[in-house]
């Protein structure tokens, strides 16, 4: 028995088949529907102008498109420039604590054994067992002091390396969202372009008595795709309804 999951793809599948379906027929009447019109003398001048706006519309949804795909581009560039930027100010601030905790290190230890060496001056006849001791502790102080410094540099490093890398991934999806918004805003104006040029031809080619006829015969063929789209629609759905219920018993 098929499973919730397939049930819904398959269901999916169907109705994008259908609506594909839907867009080939109208495409094929309009093709028809242009094919008779424009043979005919009258409607020349109609498609000549409906032409140039067609044109004039993908022309600035192109120049849209174009300075979007630019804008991202720069704007990618500007974030990948700032990830690198701030990785190479990580490691130049890692370094710089290092070569610090180095030379502290440095500082402390010789500091540590001018205090061993001056002990024993002080005190020649005192064992030297707890100068050493004493010595010994102050190094391991001073050690452990070095790693937590190590380890806190390299903490601060990884840091700021997952800022620049969060920085960069943000700014990045700004970046597409900003193209996408772009994209459909030109998309948007071009459909409107087209729509109120499709609409100026129909109402011109109504206008001649030879065109008028086809555009009847256009609208009937329109009506039956709509009409054989709603049904293949209709008879899915109660087919996915179906199997939803039998998955339910």
């Avoid at 005192?126 to 502790?137: E, L, M, N, V, Y």
């Amino acid at each position: 028995m098929a499973t919730l999951s397939e049930v819904t793809l398959a269901h999916s599948q169907r109705i994008s088949a259908i609506t594909k379906t839907r867009e080939e027929g109208f495409r094929r009447v309009n093709a028809e529907r242009d094919n008779l019109t424009r043979a005919m003398p009258a409607a020349a001048s109609l498609y000549e102008k409906f032409d140039e706006q067609i044109a004039d519309a993908r022309s600035r949804q192109v120049a849209t498109d174009e300075k979007a795909e630019a804008s991202r581009a720069s704007a990618l560039q500007s974030a990948a420039d700032g990830r690198s930027s701030g990785v190479d100010v990580a490691h130049r601030r890692r370094t710089d604590a290092d070569l610090a905790a180095f030379a502290q290190k440095k500082k402390a230890e010789d500091a540590a054994e001018r205090k061993f060496l001056d002990a024993l001056a002080a005190n020649p006849n005192k064992p030297i067992g707890d100068a050493q001791k004493a010595r010994a502790a102050e190094l391991e102080r001073i050690k452990q002091e070095f790693n937590d410094a190590l380890k806190a540099a390299q903490d601060r490093f990884r840091a700021d390396v997952d800022a620049a890398l969060i920085e960069e991934r943000k700014d990045a999806r700004d970046a597409e969202r900003a193209f996408q918004d772009a994209a459909r805003i030109g998309e948007s104006s071009s459909r409107a372009a087209c729509s109120t040029a499709e609409q100026a031809l129909l109402k011109g080619l109504s206008l001649i008595p030879d065109a008028a006829v086809v555009l009847e015969q256009w609208r009937k063929a329109t009506a039956r795709v709509i009409a054989d789209f709603r049904r293949a629609e209709d008879d899915e759905m109660a087919r996915f309804h179906d199997e939803m219920q039998q998955l339910r018993t």
